[in-house]
Structure formats: structure tokens, C-alpha cells
């Protein structure tokens, strides 16, 4: 296992305790991350990025460019001389990618909400205006336990980022209070860098405020964030059933040195693009997937022995 160093400020005593620890993670888990995270546009604006390709193997391509692992003994992310010698528009996209990844990834181990969506999947169904500009948090994720909505900010820097880039990802938190009929319980500003090279994290919990944007419940929001997922599935050469008409359950996408798979229980709800019922019914089967090596969604995301090796020089 490998680890991401990280500070926390400001949380309720109840869910995530003040000061600096280590996150035990590995590249299953990182990987798992990029393929459900969201959909942001910024993606598709990436100079170098090919738009044949599907979405999961551009998602999973940007982490092997910009990560690695030096040998399998080695313990921390760091950043690969590749994405340093990249131009300063290139790094942003990339730098903000990571931070809605290890976003992602923080709320699904430490505050057990794995269930996240991209604000702008719900562009068709609120006021435009409210999610224009930078004035409004990037992820809403939601407890698999309770049920719970926190709202996140995430952003992405190359280095241990000042107290106004701080500041301003928690004021961008604040601005999404509920979800449905549910009051979003925490509003966490989110930044990842590089101290020197290596991949760190922080977040903050602020005092939420009275007003700002209200999100419908999800329903078919939820097929986007299986979606990359069916790509990676098709980009690998699989068929959606077998000859019996059964859901295909495994892919592995030898480029990229990565296995795929999605739980039986669930991948007939997926396949037919029942995302909300998907949901629902991993929430149901949490422990079981745990068991059985899955994440809480039902995805199994495999890295190959390439990914602990050292890359690059």
C-alpha cells in the first residue's frame, strides 16, 4: 500500500479529526477515483488528448503520465519529469483532474461517501446562470451509510498552495446547501499539490451558510457516473452481453495495464442504464461488495504490476 499525506481543519469532531495523517491507498483505489469522478468539460480542452479515444483510457492515461511510483518499495505518489515539462495551460488541466480524483477518493474512505456526481451533470435540470462561472463547488457526494450530501470544492496546484487559494475553495463549497430535501451536512474546500514532488492533500470543513444553490435528487444523473466505466468496457473490445444474452462483467485494457470489472448484482441495472437503481442497490450490498473486493459501487478497477515500477527517470 502506498499513502497520501494530508491535512484536515475545521471538520466536526464527529467525522474527521484536525491536523495532518496519512491515507493508506493504493493504485486500484487512485485509479477507481478517475474513472467515476465526474464529468468536467475542462477535460475535452487537453492540447494533447486525443478525441477518438474513449473517456476511461483518457482518464486513466493522465494519471500514468502524471504519476508514478518510484519501484515497488517506494511508499508515496510523486509527479513524473514528463508532467513537469509540460506548459503551464497542460498542467492546469491536469493539476485540476487530480484534485477532483483525490477528492473523490478522501470522501469515499474517510467520510464513507463514495457516491459522487459533477455539478455539471445537473445543468438541464437548474437556472444555468447558478452554475456558471467559478463561484459554485465542483462535486456533491453522498453517504453510503446515511445517506448524507456534502458538497466539495477541488482544486489542483504544483505546489503547497497559499492561504487564498484556501480561502476561496471553501467559500465555493458554501454555495451548495441541499440536495432534494436534504441539507448538505458538510461544505469542504479540497486542494491537492506537490510538496516538491510529492502528491499531498488538504481540506477544510467552513461554517456553512443560509443560502445559495439547491440540486433536484439524482435519477438519471446516475448513468453518468457509471458511463466512463461502459466506455473502458467497449474501448477494450467487450461485448455488452455474452452469447447467452448475459452482461459482460470484465475487461482488461492491456495499453494501460488495468482490469475492469463490475459486479453481477448490479451490472444488468448499469448495461440497461438504470443508474438510480444501480445506486440504490449498491448502497443495499456495501458490505458484500467490500467482501468481495469490489468498491462500494460495484466496481472492481485492478492495476497491473507496470504501475508500481519505476517509469521514469
Request: proline share 7%; charged share 25%; hydrophobic share 40%.
Amino acid at each position: 500500500m502506498l499513502y497520501i499525506q494530508y491535512m484536515a481543519e475545521d471538520f466536526p469532531p464527529a467525522s474527521i479529526t484536525s491536523g495532518t495523517d496519512k491515507l493508506q491507498v493504493s493504485w486500484d483505489d487512485l485509479l477507481w477515483a478517475a474513472i467515476t469522478v465526474g464529468r468536467p468539460d475542462i477535460f475535452h480542452t487537453f492540447k494533447h488528448g486525443n478525441a477518438s479515444l474513449h473517456e476511461a483510457f483518457f482518464r486513466w492515461s493522465m494519471v500514468r503520465m502524471a504519476l508514478q511510483q518510484k519501484g515497488a518499495t517506494a511508499r508515496r505518489f510523486t509527479r513524473t519529469p514528463l508532467f513537469k515539462q509540460m506548459d503551464p495551460t497542460e498542467k492546469g488541466a491536469v493539476n485540476y483532474f487530480l484534485g477532483l480524483v483525490l477528492c473523490k477518493l478522501f470522501a469515499s474512505k474517510l467520510l464513507d461517501a463514495p457516491w459522487s456526481l459533477h455539478l455539471d451533470v445537473f445543468r438541464a435540470k437548474i437556472k444555468p446562470t447558478l452554475l456558471s462561472g467559478r463561484s459554485r463547488p465542483d462535486l456533491v457526494a453522498q453517504c453510503s451509510t446515511t445517506g448524507e450530501w456534502h458538497a466539495f470544492e477541488c482544486k489542483g496546484r504544483a505546489s503547497n498552495p497559499p492561504t487564498g487559494v484556501r480561502k476561496k475553495a471553501k467559500e465555493q463549497a458554501l454555495r451548495l446547501i441541499k440536495v432534494g430535501a436534504t441539507p448538505c451536512t458538510l461544505h469542504v474546500g479540497a486542494v491537492t499539490y506537490f510538496n516538491g514532488d510529492t502528491l499531498e492533500f488538504y481540506w477544510r470543513d467552513p461554517p456553512p451558510i443560509a443560502s445559495g444553490i439547491e440540486l433536484p435528487e439524482p435519477d438519471t444523473e446516475w448513468n453518468t457516473y457509471y458511463d466512463p466505466l461502459i466506455a473502458a468496457f467497449a474501448g477494450a473490445g467487450s461485448p455488452l452481453v455474452d452469447a447467452r444474452g448475459n452482461p459482460i462483467l470484465q475487461a482488461r485494457i492491456e495499453e494501460l495495464d488495468i482490469g475492469a470489472e463490475l459486479h453481477p448484482d448490479i451490472a444488468p441495472l448499469v448495461r440497461a442504464r438504470y443508474g438510480a437503481r444501480a445506486q440504490a442497490r449498491a448502497r443495499e450490498l456495501k458490505e458484500q461488495f467490500k467482501a468481495g473486493g469490489y468498491q462500494p459501487d460495484g466496481i472492481k478497477i485492478v492495476a497491473g504490476q507496470t504501475w508500481s515500477e519505476r517509469r521514469f527517470g
